[in-house]
């Protein structure tokens, strides 16, 4: 039999071959794997192929052979993750503010490359990246490279953090001033990345949302704050008030003070429209599930926050204002 052009990636086009067509519910025929190899210009006999199938065990690729009437099915048994493995790192990716729309897709096809084509569309039937609420920092696989290199060389960071302005831009905090921290961990909290380190000129413990860290460099200096951290609970420190509940949604219209603009885009992205309504102030309209969590959200902010309508929302806040104060006064009971 006359060789193909590309007999040297023989064993590689196989292997290609078994992972993208076959899994635990789609086989392939004997007939149909010369098929698909001479579509790369390489040519095989039955014995060769057999042989080629074993050698696949030592690059980690276990085919197996079933016999079903009078042919031999195969496929390929044992892959690294299985399908609802990757689903969950695929729900992941997704709820993660801190990684971009764009790394999100980027990441999400190169985790379909570790299952067959067909429970490849299973993952992309997963997929719902456009749309949500994600960070613009692309920089920010570096940024946490950098980090964890820092903390493992026990070494200082020296980086420029940024805040949103009421015109929806990034604006460089303390005046452009580098921020020199000891790094000591990183907290995924409420779908953010966060560095949690020590400040030894305020000498206290601080964080800093890692998609809003610009221009990191490893410092000369040793990480100081250790002292502090032995005492630290990660779990308390990173504990967050507006949880996941339920409720009614509905667009509720906020009064906002111009220098929350960064909390509002944090909480409902860039796309939200910002209105005007005096020099300190701009009007929103949100798409929220009003819940007695979203008012607390409301309440942390003081008087910054406004609920404007409507009616029924601004009653309930109201009604809310009210039963605290009637809790506070002990006239629900002893407190």
Do not use: C
Request: charged share 30%; glycine share 6%.
């Amino acid at each position: 039999m006359p060789k193909g052009t590309n007999q040297k990636f023989k064993l590689y086009r196989l292997a290609q071959i078994m992972l993208e067509e076959t899994d635990d519910d789609h086989y392939i025929t004997m007939p149909e794997i010369r098929s698909a190899l001479e579509k790369y210009e390489i040519t095989a006999d039955r014995k060769s192929i057999y042989n080629d199938l074993r050698d696949l065990e030592v690059l980690g690729v276990e085919v197996e052979g079933e016999p079903v009437g009078n042919r031999y099915h195969y496929h390929v048994v044992d892959r690294p993750f299985e399908l609802p493995e990757l689903k969950l790192l695929v729900d992941a990716i997704q709820s993660s503010r801190f990684i971009t729309e764009r790394k999100s897709n980027t990441l999400i096809r190169k985790l379909e490359k570790l299952v067959s084509r067909y429970e490849a569309m299973k993952l992309q039937r997963q997929v719902y990246v456009s749309g949500r609420i994600k960070t613009m920092n692309e920089s920010i696989y570096y940024t946490v490279d950098a980090i964890h290199n820092a903390i493992s060389e026990n070494r200082k960071i020296r980086f420029q953090y940024f805040q949103w302005n009421v015109k929806k831009e990034p604006e460089l905090r303390h005046n452009g001033a580098y921020y020199h921290i000891s790094p000591w961990g990183l907290s995924w909290d409420d779908a953010n990345y966060y560095l949690v380190g020590y400040d030894s000129d305020a000498e206290k413990i601080k964080h800093y949302r890692v998609d809003k860290m610009l221009h990191i460099r490893m410092s000369d200096e040793k990480r100081e704050g250790k002292e502090h951290f032995k005492k630290l609970d990660m779990a308390e420190y990173t504990r967050k008030s507006f949880g996941m509940f339920g409720g009614v949604e509905q667009r509720v219209k906020l009064l906002v003070e111009n220098r929350l603009a960064g909390i509002i885009i944090d909480r409902f992205g860039k796309d939200v429209m910002f209105l005007p309504a005096d020099e300190e102030r701009f009007t929103v309209n949100v798409d929220v599930r009003v819940s007695g969590q979203f008012f607390a959200w409301i309440f942390s902010l003081g008087d910054g926050v406004k609920i404007l309508g409507p009616d029924e929302v601004v009653e309930q806040v109201k009604e809310e204002i009210r039963r605290l104060g009637r809790l506070y006064q002990g006239e629900d009971g002893p407190l």
